[in-house]
């Protein structure tokens, strides 16, 4: 049986219908943050309250860069697209009551409930880009499949942080800090240190994949580009060293905690998510340039990196918190 987005993306033949359903997808998230903002104010639990406001303001911006990409393009608007209702028969359907719900729902639940709608939508242009004849239509839904890839990597890794949070958990789980990037040193040496870890971790799971050892090769040579990069600049500050060695500290508590195979990819993916979410928050943070052009590189990287191992991987089963299993 063919799911919602295989069925709905039978009906895109041109840039016109796509860019549309885009833009009711957007739309439809806009409402349904909304009334659930308004659900949680009324049940007095502003902390999801909060998070379903935040969530609006960005999907309102990803409706207003959608409009101005379209305008550039010169792609009109089809009035024939209805709205959106994204719908998955493999979730189920107390998923979404979960989240509504003003007892129940918390930062987690509200922020899963996101992640669920950015994969279905990344799934439907995944599908769009593969199925359609028309290579303007492939070209965008593959553009548009990045960026919902990219929107579920950040909210991944925040929910992750929101997991931890609510269940108090003994280890508490150091995060890079963007600000503590001041140099391009820092940035460096701290992109070294994440890919290292990512490979060892790649190896761990590779297999007989050739795609992921694929991406081990790439990645040590982005690492060796990086410390060669280094050599030429100044010592990283205190700031960030301090940052990567709390997370040294918590990987090796983790590790003793769990080392199944299916933990280690857990936590692969989670430092996949988080990775992307650094980088990204430097690129809107940071006022130096070369900065910025350097993270953004790192964030594309990451993404692509992200994208590789959801090809490789599939749709494992993944129990909600990454990190901590029950060995």
Known sequence: MKSSTDLLATFVQTTSDLMSIALQ???????R?????????????????????RMVKEEHEHERLLLEWMAQEGINE??????????????STTYDDEARDPLYSTPYRALAFAVHNEEIAFRFYTHVA??????????????LAREELGHAALLR??????????????????????RNVHTEADLLTTAIHIDLY??????????ESPEIQALINETQQVIDRNKLSLEEKELPGDDILKDLEQVDSYNTQIDNISDSSEAKLNRLRACCDRSFAFYDSIVDS????KIMLTAQKLSSSALDRIGILKKVLGNRPMPDDPDIQQT
Do not use: C
């Open 286 to 289: 940071t006022d130096d340039e």
């Open 157 to 178: 890794a925040e929910r992750r942080h929101a997991y931890h949070a609510e269940r108090k958990i003994n280890i508490t789980e150091p995060r890079l800090n963007p």
């Open 198 to 207: 990512l490979n060892n971790a790649m190896a761990i799971i590779s297999g």
């Open 33 to 53: 943050y909304s009334q659930l903002a308004v659900t949680m104010h009324e049940g007095n639990n502003k902390s999801a309250a909060a998070l379903f406001e």
């Open 78 to 91: 089809n009035p024939k697209i209805e709205p959106v209702k994204w719908r998955d028969p493999k979730i």
């Open 130 to 143: 593969a199925d359609s004849k028309n290579e303007a239509v492939r070209k965008y839904a593959e553009i």
């Open 25 to 31: 997808a957007e739309r439809e998230a806009i409402r």
